[in-house]
């Protein structure tokens, strides 16, 4: 009985090697849109339109929106990079890398809606 079971923990390790690894998760951000006025006009108006386009947005106050995008999203929607710099931590000795957009466009689809697009390390 021992042996049986040896082999077959042995069969289990075998096959867990041979199975492919789960792929990573894609990077998520949260981008946020500053709107332009009038806010309670816009903000319905731009759901819509990512909505059609496949993006989904989360108003965060009254005059701003959130997406939560991957990189290739944001590259694809804004033509923006998402790039990483290193800053000094507020709560303590070091360096840590914080993502910013790089270059980043409105589309003129959304001009008149959107007043810029940026990342909040704080809210993100």
Do not use: W
Not at 19 to 31: G, Q, S
Not at 88 to 111: D, H, Q
């Amino acid at each position: 009985m021992r042996k049986l079971a040896s082999k077959l923990s042995a069969s289990l390790a075998l096959a867990a090697l041979l199975l492919p690894a789960p792929a990573p998760a894609a990077d998520k951000y949260t981008v946020f849109a500053e709107l332009l006025p009038p806010y309670r006009i816009h903000r319905p108006a731009l759901a819509q339109a990512l909505k059609k386009e496949g993006y989904e947005l989360h108003a965060e106050s009254d005059r701003e929106v959130a997406l939560i995008l991957t990189a290739a999203q944001i590259r694809e929607l804004f033509r923006a990079k998402v790039t990483y710099r290193r800053v000094g931590k507020s709560s303590g000795p070091g360096m840590a890398e914080e993502a910013y957009l790089e270059a980043g466009a409105i589309p003129p689809r959304f001009a008149r809606y959107i007043r810029r697009v940026y990342f909040d390390p704080q809210r993100s």
